[in-house]
């Protein structure tokens, strides 16, 4: 079955209470069961991590490598930051999909730099709680026309 990571990174786990104008009011946990129950009816094996820690999340992606057919990676404010989350990806070679609950492009100008997304083979951003849903479906797609080439 194919499997992919939910990668979750630093204070993603206040989502629910952390400017929920911004990131609204769905909880990671509540994020975390509906990508299960969407990979269980469309036949994904979903895994999720949420870590604060740019190392856990660099060990997370290595982890994934050979285990897991893809990544969905909402690297929070590491995004705008990590070289070293970027050479990860780019090391494992398994397809990232970049996630962001908000529109980065349409907030303030440090959040339009991306150090995934030349890494990535998209980005979905502000759609909320249900880009990940988007995601979900956009990796599974990417895989499937892989597999039928
Ligand atoms: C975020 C956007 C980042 O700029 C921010 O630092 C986050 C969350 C999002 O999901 O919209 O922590 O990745």
Redesign the pocket.
């Known amino acids: 079955m194919t499997s992919i990571l939910v990668l979750n990174?630093?204070?993603?786990n206040l989502l629910g209470q952390r400017q929920p104008e911004?990131?609204g009011s769905t909880t990671l946990a509540d994020i975390e069961a509906a990508c299960t129950a969407h990979g269980d009816a469309s036949g994904l094996s979903v895994s999720c991590f949420q870590s604060n820690h740019e190392g856990a999340l660099v060990d997370a992606i290595h982890a994934a490598k050979g285990v897991r057919d893809g990544i969905i990676l909402?690297?929070?404010?590491?995004?705008?930051t990590s070289v070293a989350l970027m050479d990860a990806i780019a090391s494992v070679e398994l397809p990232v999909v970049e996630?962001?609950?908000?529109?980065?492009h349409a907030?303030e100008a440090f959040?339009h730099k991306s150090y995934i997304a030349p890494v990535a083979i998209g980005q979905i951003?502000g759609f909320g709680a249900h880009?990940y849903i988007l995601a979900l479906d956009a990796l599974r797609q990417h895989l499937l026309g892989r597999t039928s080439e």
């Open positions: 990174g630093p204070n993603l911004v990131y909402n690297a929070g404010a590491y995004t705008h996630l962001h609950l908000s529109n980065i907030r959040r951003c880009g």
